[in-house]
Nanobody, 126 residues
Framework: QVQVLESGGGLVQSGGSLRLSCATSGRTFSSYRRAWFRRAPGKDREFVAAIAWTDWAAGGTSYADSVMGRFTISRDNGKSTVYLQMNSLKVEDTAVYYC????????????????WGEGTQVTVSS
């Protein structure tokens, strides 16, 4: 079991930048995956970005089409924190952003993740 805590949300102007952090603690694996999902009011939660790695190598990243080229997911080498750098933010990026964690390979579906944070609010104003 892994505990997940997001931080870094806030209010930003359209075109601005924001960096979210996802800190994890608890049980670790020999392979790791983390993802960011988001949920706008009245809408379903949707995939944003994912990252995976093992103790011996990087495993790759994946992005939703809506954020590709603007958002970057990354991690520290200690594998305890994952970041989401968000650039060129748009009003439609406004949502609660959730970090999800599990062991295994790169994945982009909610059911493929076992542990979830409670979310951090990102609001983009025009």
């Amino acid at each position: 079991q892994v505990q997940v805590l997001e931080s870094g949300g806030g209010l930003v102007q359209s075109g601005g930048s924001l960096r979210l952090s996802c800190a994890t603690s608890g049980r670790t694996f020999s392979s790791y995956r983390r993802a960011w999902f988001r949920r706008a009011p009245g809408k379903d939660r949707e995939f944003v970005a994912a990252i995976a790695w093992t103790d011996w190598a990087a495993g790759g990243t994946s992005y939703a089409d809506s954020v590709m080229g603007r958002f970057t997911i990354s991690r520290d080498n200690g594998k305890s924190t994952v970041y989401l750098q968000m650039n060129s933010l748009k009003v439609e990026d406004t949502a609660v952003y959730y970090c999800a964690a599990s062991g295994g390979q790169l994945a982009s579906r909610e059911f493929q993740y076992e542990e979830w944070g409670e979310g951090t609010q990102v609001t983009v104003s025009s």
